[in-house]
């Protein structure tokens, strides 16, 4: 029965919590009409057929969202990268400065509670000047100061305008 009851704790909290009573009953019933070999054999095929269904479940009922942070934080990963590599190959501004909103937007879209946090993609630009700019002149910092000042209040921008517009559509679906 202890190994069953480990066993059990495969499943969802959620699940685990509603089913726990009656499938030890159902197990200590069938450990009584079954043999060792038999009953564990029923047992390990109710969990291989039971365990992904419910956690299939679980994940339909929850909406995913558990799965929602750390996608945004891969998606963030991805969109600093790509906004470093872009800053190296590109000397056009405007193109930046789309990057930077449209990501942090999205970023701040998808995860609205972390929207100060998203900065960290515009904070590419200067991260990829200072490391492999052509010129870097650590000399006279006033100018990269200035370019982190500029990418932070766009990425500021973008990731509360993503986090107002996630406001407003859920206060829509309500």
Known sequence: MRLYRILLNLYPASFVKRYRE????????????????????EMLRDLGGSLPQAHLD????????HLLTPFTYLL???????????????????VIVGLVLISTAVLGF???????????T????PAAEMLYGKNPDFSA??????????????????????AFLR???????A
């Open 110 to 120: 998808l995860h609205p509670k972390r929207a100060w946090l998203w900065i960290i």
């Open 22 to 41: 009656p499938m030890e009953q159902l197990f200590r019933d069938q450990s009584r009409e079954l043999s060792g070999f038999q009953l564990w054999g």
């Open 141 to 162: 910092p006033e100018g990269l100061l200035l370019i982190t000042t500029f990418v932070s209040t766009i990425g500021l921008a973008g990731s509360y305008a993503g």
């Open 167 to 173: 406001k407003t559509v859920t206060m829509r679906e």
């Open 58 to 65: 679980e994940l339909r009922s929850s909406g995913m969202k």
């Open 76 to 94: 963030c990963i991805a969109a600093t990268l790509f906004i470093g590599r872009v800053e190296l190959r590109s000397d056009d501004t405007g």
């Open 122 to 125: 515009a904070l590419a630009v």
